[in-house]
């Protein structure tokens, strides 16, 4: 769904959306949290229920007219809405329920603003669609990618669907990885914001249609947003259909990354 325009105050609702579930996600952990069962071995906490309520409250009060998608809840709002809001209250639930901080909050209005919240690192990775920057106390400071920490972050959670032309298990033991990076698994989408803040050169994910999906959107925008490169494993654009991603500081790191999943034979399996 594109956006058909984004107001001045966009950005900000993206980002007080996120520091609201941010605020939850904080609060609640270290407690005992039931766990409920999504299937295939996921699963969300009362941390992700409650945060995504925070979210949605935030922008249902700021934006009544749009159209919401919580990957808890699911859709909320009028079915015709021309803009819609893409909320993961808690990226990071399984390093979160056994009492790990790397977690994220993403809130993303799609193809406009976005913000990605640290809940414990105290950083807010924003973009107003054309810029992206950090905010530390209160204090706004650009987003500048870089490739000298040489840390490539590869997620390694199931599912695979573009094997076995890419597998990131793969990626991780081929010697030219291994000669030019260091790779790194946080398991939580907060590592694409890391791309655009200079802390990663790279994040490397499976995945099917991610441009659109609450996990990944806000992510993207930022780092986009930030001058990073952003492709599939395949190379070809973030899109519908697209396979896949690799996010990376520079032309040059990417390019390097892009010959070894091409040496791997990542050249996804037609479907």
Known sequence: MSNSYAGPDDTE?????????????????????GRIDKGAGDFATAADVEAEKAIL???????????????ESGRHGASGAVRQWLVDPL????????????????????GGPAAVVDPFGGEVFCTDGESAWARREGGDVRLSPSSATRLVDV????PFPNAPGFRGVDLLAHPRFVADFRPRV??????????????????????????????FAAGIAVCRA?????????????????RGLVAAADAATHERLMSVIRDLGGRPAAP
């Open 186 to 215: 946080v398991s939580t989408t907060l590592a694409l914001s890391w791309v655009a803040a200079g802390k990663r050169a790279a994040y490397v994910t499976d995945g099917t249609d991610l441009y659109g999906s609450v996990h």
């Open 226 to 242: 930030a001058g990073c490169v952003v492709t599939g494993v395949d190379g070809a654009p973030v899109g519908p259909g697209g």
């Open 91 to 110: 990226c990071g639930t399984l390093n979160y329920a056994v009492g790990t901080m790397l977690v994220a909050v993403n809130v993303a209005l799609s």
């Open 13 to 33: 609702v993206a980002i007080a959306a996120a520091l609201a579930g941010g605020d939850v996600v904080r609060d609640l952990y270290g407690r005992r949290l």
């Open 57 to 71: 409250g935030v922008i249902g009060a700021a934006r009544p007219d749009d159209a919401l998608l919580g990957e």
């Open 155 to 158: 997620n390694l959670d199931p």
